[in-house]
């Protein structure tokens, strides 16, 4: 079984932009070096809460869905894009995303949709044209 935790953090300095630093819970390296990352997400809301069975009732876990017997990430939901963006910006393969509550935890892997490129542009068009003014109005 391959190592989850390594010992010492990636260098994360020579990304090419300023926005490309998000909010990667854990970054896991593989011998490929393409590696994946982890994403937590434990709703307060649900803590106490059976994943699966918490996902019907409204406003829990509003961005999974149940295809046959696993679990999936809705692909119209914003955590799908922030994980896309995550695994385009970082050059990863895939996303382990860990749903946690008190008792309870799934892991979804979410793998890089090579199609969602096309919203780079976006994401640029968002940060210096929305996120980099409201910075310098504050």
């Known amino acids: 079984m391959e190592e989850l935790f390594?010992?010492?953090?990636?260098?994360?300095?020579?990304?090419?932009?300023p926005f490309?630093?998000?909010?990667?819970?854990?970054?896991?390296q593989e011998s490929?070096?393409?590696g994946r990352f982890i994403e937590v997400k434990c709703p307060f809301s649900a803590l106490s809460s059976v994943v699966k069975a918490a996902k019907d009732l409204k406003n829990f876990f509003s961005f999974l869905d149940?295809?046959?017997?696993?679990?999936c990430m809705k692909t119209s939901h914003?955590?799908?894009?922030?994980?896309?963006?995550?695994?385009h910006i970082?050059?990863?393969?895939?996303?382990d995303l860990i749903v946690w509550t008190t008792v309870d935890c799934v892991v979804i892997r979410i793998v890089k949709d090579p199609e969602w490129t096309v919203n780079i542009a976006?994401?640029?068009?968002?940060y210096f044209n929305t996120f980099i003014p409201a910075l310098l109005d504050n």
Do not use: M, W
């Open 122 to 126: 976006n994401l640029v068009d968002i």
């Open 6 to 17: 390594p010992s010492a953090r990636p260098d994360y300095s020579a990304l090419r932009r």
């Open 66 to 71: 149940v295809k046959g017997d696993s679990l």
């Open 78 to 87: 914003p955590y799908y894009h922030q994980i896309q963006g995550q695994l």
């Open 32 to 34: 490929s070096n393409l």
């Open 90 to 95: 970082c050059n990863k393969t895939c996303c």
């Open 20 to 28: 490309d630093e998000s909010d990667r819970d854990f970054l896991h």
